[in-house]
């Protein structure tokens, strides 16, 4: 038994579920979004709530997807209403970032600017030291921001590099510590 799967999803005003067997479309007010679930999982739309069951006969390995599909499918209906946003902070010597049309150019010490494609959907919003990246589709951004972050991983001696906000990086002693022990 699926301690998140058997939760019913509440559907908020101003947006529509269309459920077409495997495929579940969520439509609101920042756009639409579509996923296809699993064989072994049965959507149904109860009114103003949505019921994820499994179904007659799933395999037992059909049973992972059951609290899985009831979390993807939430995130859709949070991705409509109110989006989603993730913040990379950066921190280095000429490390700098600029928006150009939806693309992203970094500029992180390379010889070379680094650019990033903008998706459909997905903008950037530059600041002195941070880049938040938004949309309605989680994984979208979430792909996006592991893209940015592998150009220049944080270093855990001076600590530059791209950083999740709020991520904590354990910084190393240097070599004059130790030598002095």
Same mark, same amino acid.
């Given at each position: 038994?699926?301690?998140?799967?058997?939760?019913?999803?509440?559907?908020?005003?101003?947006?529509?579920?269309?459920?077409?067997?495997?495929?579940?479309?969520?439509?609101?007010?920042?756009?639409?979004?579509?996923?296809?679930?699993?064989?072994?999982?049965?959507?149904?739309?109860?009114?103003?709530?949505?019921?994820?069951?499994?179904?007659? @006969?799933?395999?037992?390995?059909?049973?992972?997807?059951?609290?899985?599909?009831?979390?993807?499918?939430?995130?859709?209906?949070?991705?409509?209403?109110?989006?989603?946003?993730?913040?990379?902070?950066?921190?280095?010597?000429?490390?700098?970032?600029?928006?150009?049309?939806?693309?992203?150019?970094?500029?992180?010490?390379?010889?070379?600017?680094?650019?990033?494609? @903008?998706?459909?959907?997905?903008?950037?919003?530059?600041?002195?030291?941070?880049?938040?990246?938004? @949309?309605?589709?989680?994984?979208?951004?979430?792909?996006?921001?592991?893209?940015?972050?592998?150009?220049?991983?944080?270093?855990?001696?001076?600590?530059?590099?791209?950083?999740?906000?709020?991520?904590?990086?354990?910084?190393?002693?240097?070599?004059?510590?130790?030598?002095?022990?």
């Amino acid at each position: 038994m699926s301690k998140i799967g058997k939760k019913p999803i509440a559907i908020p005003q101003g947006v529509e579920i269309k459920i077409d067997g495997d495929l579940v479309s969520v439509k609101g007010p920042k756009g639409t979004l579509q996923m296809t679930t699993s064989k072994d999982v049965v959507v149904t739309a109860e009114g103003n709530e949505i019921k994820i069951s499994l179904a007659p @006969g799933a395999s037992k390995d059909g049973k992972v997807f059951w609290g899985l599909s009831r979390a993807l499918i939430q995130n859709m209906i949070i991705g409509v209403t109110a989006g989603f946003e993730k913040i990379l902070e950066f921190q280095g010597v000429g490390y700098k970032a600029t928006v150009k049309g939806s693309d992203l150019e970094l500029g992180l010490g390379y010889s070379h600017p680094v650019i990033v494609k @903008g998706a459909e959907g997905i903008t950037f919003v530059t600041d002195k030291s941070s880049i938040k990246i938004q @949309g309605i589709d989680k994984e979208l951004i979430g792909k996006i921001a592991a893209n940015i972050r592998i150009h220049r991983l944080p270093e855990p001696y001076k600590g530059s590099g791209i950083r999740y906000q709020g991520e904590v990086i354990k910084r190393k002693a240097g070599k004059k510590a130790a030598t002095a022990a």
